[in-house]
């Protein structure tokens, strides 16, 4: 069994925040709903398993003294309630009718980042049932999903502004204090979506594709100019790393891809086709 600091990649001497901050990044990355490889599933285990231990001073002190064995049923836990780890209980406390007021901070509790945003339930919860929720449904554009926005719903013939996070995708919900809010993303007019990352087709000439050049492409914060490479093939991705969709309430960003599509004319004018025999013959 891996090492509960290796786990979260942090020092044994790694404060409270950091070892939060850890937490965070890694079940971000892990999450099955967001990480389809075949081991996202007991990858994202071990990390809950590791940030519920470190993230307690006293189940955190029995680890450093006696590692896993303290948390085993031959171990220092046996006794415990429910059998190794114990009952573990978590509630998500929002201020006033903004979830994501006091995210990052006091009356959060990190487990419940993925149930606000996936709709992940913490596997250690000690309370198998809860009582069912109201849920209610809100489309927003890409754009929006993208940048986040501020909306005005009616809940219960109350009006209520929520905060809508950026990076949010469609499908997620998100968790208030007393309901459920699920979120449908209208898909976009040229950009496609996968997960944090965007990918974008580009039509180039094919000129432009045999000697090379520089062109304009739209990304979410704007137009940018990238190099096109003499001797591009169809199909080519070239990757603008940190130019996708942000995660949730994170610095972290996706990637943008632009895969390139050769433009080739149904008609070519006589001096186009002699240059383009010319060309035939060298290669």
């Known amino acids: 069994m891996a090492d509960y600091y290796e786990t979260l990649g942090v020092s044994k001497s790694a404060t409270e925040a950091e070892i939060k901050s850890a937490y965070r990044k890694?079940?971000?990355?892990?999450?099955?709903?967001?990480?389809k490889s075949p081991e996202a599933h007991e990858k994202f285990k071990e990390i809950n398993k590791a940030y519920e231990t470190l993230s307690d001073p006293k189940k955190r002190e029995a680890y450093n003294q006696f590692g896993h064995d303290a948390y085993?049923?031959?171990?220092?836990?046996?006794?415990?309630?429910?059998?190794?780890y114990g009952p573990f209980s978590y509630t998500y406390t929002s201020q006033g009718d903004n979830p994501f007021g006091g995210f990052g901070g006091e009356g959060v509790d990190p487990f419940e980042v993925f149930?606000?945003?996936?709709?992940?339930?913490?596997?250690?919860?000690?309370?198998?049932?809860?009582?069912?929720?109201?849920?209610?449904?809100?489309?927003?554009?890409f754009d929006e999903a993208v940048h986040g926005v501020e909306k005005e719903v009616k809940i219960d013939g109350k009006n209520k502004k929520i905060k809508i996070p950026a990076g949010i995708d469609d499908g997620m919900r998100i968790r208030f204090t007393d309901f459920d809010l699920m979120i449908s993303?209208?898909?976009?007019?040229?950009y496609k979506r996968e997960g944090q990352n965007i990918i974008i087709e580009k039509e180039i000439s094919y000129s432009l594709a045999v000697l090379g050049g520089v062109i304009e492409v739209p990304t979410i914060d704007g137009p940018v100019q990238i190099r096109v490479h003499s001797g591009t093939k169809a199909g080519t991705h070239v990757r603008l790393r940190g130019k996708g969709i942000p995660y949730p309430q994170s610095s972290q960003r996706g990637d943008e891809y632009v895969v390139y599509q050769i433009h080739i004319p149904q008609k070519v004018n006589a001096k186009t086709k002699k240059l383009l025999e010319e060309l035939q013959k060298e290669t």
């Open 26 to 35: 890694q079940a971000l990355q892990w999450h099955p709903d967001r990480n």
């Open 72 to 84: 085993t049923r031959s171990g220092g836990g046996a006794n415990q309630p429910g059998g190794g």
């Open 185 to 190: 993303v209208q898909p976009h007019s040229f």
């Open 115 to 141: 149930e606000q945003f996936f709709g992940f339930r913490s596997p250690f919860g000690g309370q198998q049932q809860r009582a069912r929720r109201a849920a209610y449904q809100i489309q927003i554009s």
